[in-house]
Protein backbone atom coordinates (compact mmCIF):
# COMPACT_ATOMS: atom_id res chain seq x y z
CA UNK A 1 0.00 0.00 0.00
CA UNK A 2 1.01 3.30 -0.32
CA UNK A 3 1.04 5.82 2.46
CA UNK A 4 -0.35 9.45 2.30
CA UNK A 5 0.01 11.34 4.95
CA UNK A 6 -1.77 14.60 4.89
CA UNK A 7 -0.99 18.00 7.43
CA UNK A 8 -1.55 21.57 7.64
CA UNK A 9 -4.81 21.66 8.76
CA UNK A 10 -6.25 24.03 11.35
CA UNK A 11 -8.84 26.75 12.73
CA UNK A 12 -8.90 29.61 10.61
CA UNK A 13 -10.67 32.97 10.15
CA UNK A 14 -13.03 33.87 6.78
CA UNK A 15 -10.85 35.20 4.42
CA UNK A 16 -7.53 33.74 5.93
CA UNK A 17 -5.32 31.30 4.34
CA UNK A 18 -4.17 27.61 4.92
CA UNK A 19 -1.55 25.16 3.20
CA UNK A 20 -2.25 21.62 3.51
CA UNK A 21 0.60 18.91 2.49
CA UNK A 22 0.41 15.47 1.30
CA UNK A 23 3.08 13.28 2.23
CA UNK A 24 3.59 10.31 -0.10
CA UNK A 25 6.07 7.13 0.41
CA UNK A 26 5.66 7.08 -3.72
CA UNK A 27 4.25 9.88 -5.74
CA UNK A 28 1.61 9.13 -8.24
CA UNK A 29 1.29 9.98 -11.65
CA UNK A 30 -2.32 11.16 -10.56
CA UNK A 31 -2.63 13.25 -7.06
CA UNK A 32 -5.81 14.96 -5.90
CA UNK A 33 -7.46 16.83 -3.05
CA UNK A 34 -11.04 15.84 -1.64
CA UNK A 35 -12.91 16.40 1.40
CA UNK A 36 -15.89 15.53 3.60
CA UNK A 37 -17.98 17.80 5.41
CA UNK A 38 -19.75 16.26 8.22
CA UNK A 39 -23.24 14.92 7.00
CA UNK A 40 -22.16 15.38 3.36
CA UNK A 41 -20.38 13.11 1.14
CA UNK A 42 -16.84 13.14 0.01
CA UNK A 43 -16.21 15.55 -3.14
CA UNK A 44 -13.35 16.41 -5.20
CA UNK A 45 -11.23 19.43 -4.29
CA UNK A 46 -8.65 19.58 -7.08
CA UNK A 47 -6.34 16.41 -9.03
CA UNK A 48 -3.25 17.07 -10.77
CA UNK A 49 -1.19 15.15 -13.24
CA UNK A 50 2.33 14.88 -13.01
CA UNK A 51 1.85 17.10 -16.80
CA UNK A 52 0.83 19.34 -14.46
CA UNK A 53 -2.43 19.91 -15.64
CA UNK A 54 -4.83 20.37 -12.86
CA UNK A 55 -8.88 20.26 -12.18
CA UNK A 56 -10.97 21.86 -9.81
CA UNK A 57 -14.38 21.93 -8.48
CA UNK A 58 -16.43 25.43 -9.37
CA UNK A 59 -16.58 26.26 -6.13
CA UNK A 60 -12.65 25.95 -5.16
CA UNK A 61 -11.82 27.44 -8.81
CA UNK A 62 -10.05 31.44 -7.80
CA UNK A 63 -9.37 30.44 -4.25
CA UNK A 64 -7.76 27.44 -4.00
CA UNK A 65 -4.50 25.84 -5.68
CA UNK A 66 -2.85 22.19 -6.12
CA UNK A 67 0.77 21.69 -6.54
CA UNK A 68 3.27 19.17 -6.98
CA UNK A 69 7.37 18.35 -5.76
CA UNK A 70 7.95 15.09 -7.32
CA UNK A 71 11.35 15.62 -5.61
CA UNK A 72 9.78 16.11 -2.11
CA UNK A 73 7.26 13.53 -2.99
CA UNK A 74 4.94 16.14 -1.78
CA UNK A 75 1.08 17.25 -2.89
CA UNK A 76 0.03 20.54 -1.46
CA UNK A 77 -3.00 22.52 -1.28
CA UNK A 78 -3.04 26.48 -1.35
CA UNK A 79 -6.34 27.46 0.13
CA UNK A 80 -7.31 31.40 -0.11
CA UNK A 81 -10.27 32.97 1.29
CA UNK A 82 -11.38 30.24 2.77
CA UNK A 83 -15.08 30.23 3.43
CA UNK A 84 -17.65 28.59 6.82
CA UNK A 85 -18.40 26.26 4.19
CA UNK A 86 -15.21 25.10 3.46
CA UNK A 87 -14.97 23.77 6.91
CA UNK A 88 -14.16 19.97 6.17
CA UNK A 89 -11.87 16.82 6.78
CA UNK A 90 -9.58 17.19 3.69
CA UNK A 91 -8.22 13.93 2.14
CA UNK A 92 -5.00 13.40 -0.26
CA UNK A 93 -5.79 10.69 -2.84
CA UNK A 94 -3.07 9.04 -5.21
CA UNK A 95 -3.90 7.36 -8.27
CA UNK A 96 -7.10 7.08 -10.94
CA UNK A 97 -8.38 9.34 -13.35
CA UNK A 98 -9.88 12.86 -13.92
CA UNK A 99 -12.93 11.47 -12.94
CA UNK A 100 -12.21 8.11 -10.97
CA UNK A 101 -10.20 8.45 -7.36
CA UNK A 102 -7.37 6.75 -6.76
CA UNK A 103 -7.15 3.41 -4.19
CA UNK A 104 -4.70 5.39 -2.12
CA UNK A 105 -6.19 7.57 0.37
CA UNK A 106 -4.26 9.49 3.53
CA UNK A 107 -6.23 9.74 7.15
CA UNK A 108 -8.04 13.24 6.67
CA UNK A 109 -7.21 16.43 7.63
CA UNK A 110 -9.18 18.68 9.45
CA UNK A 111 -9.69 22.20 8.44
CA UNK A 112 -12.13 24.50 10.20
CA UNK A 113 -13.15 27.82 8.98
CA UNK A 114 -14.89 30.11 11.71
CA UNK A 115 -17.25 33.13 10.77
Known amino acids: QVQLVESGGGLVQAGGSLRLSCAASVIMFTMGWYRQAPGKQRELVARIFSDGSTKYADSMKGRFTISRDNAKRTVYLQMNSLKPEDTAVYYC????????????WGQGTQVTVSS
Open 93 to 104: NGGGSWTVPGGS
